[in-house]
């Protein structure tokens, strides 16, 4: 819950901080937004490791192959670092290579989900 708490008092200082920056210097404020949202998601990282044991219990437990699970936890990463990268595109004024960002990151998510897709898909097909 700490790293919380450092995290957001992190992303309100960088985010005045880049307020004040945009004024003169646009290329330092996304800059320093660039490496606000790296350490925020360093710091992040950690709290990651607990979330991932406690899920391979979790499927230990349910007998659910990682196989299917695996792609669900790799678009919701696919989500995020979209969504950061899509958002920085717009910040530097650049919305055009934003939605080329959202569009790679949805097929990346459609790729990755690809594998429980075809293992439904068998399933279903079995049943027919």
Request: hydrophobic letters at 65%.
């Amino acid at each position: 819950m700490e790293a919380v708490w450092q995290i957001v008092a992190l992303g309100l200082l960088g985010a005045v901080l880049a307020a004040l920056l945009k004024k003169h210097t646009p290329e330092l404020a996304l800059l320093l937004a660039v490496a606000v949202c790296g350490a925020a998601a360093l710091a992040a990282v950690r709290g990651v490791r607990e979330v991932w044991a406690f899920l391979e219990d979790l499927l230990a437990a349910v007998e659910i192959s990682s196989t299917l699970f695996l792609p669900l936890l790799k678009t919701a990463g696919i989500a995020v670092v979209t969504r950061i990268g899509a958002d920085l595109c717009r910040d530097a004024g650049e919305s055009a290579v934003a939605s080329a960002v959202e569009m790679a990151g949805a097929m990346g998510a459609l790729l990755a989900v690809l594998p429980l897709m075809q293992a439904a898909w068998e399933v279903l097909r079995s049943l027919l």
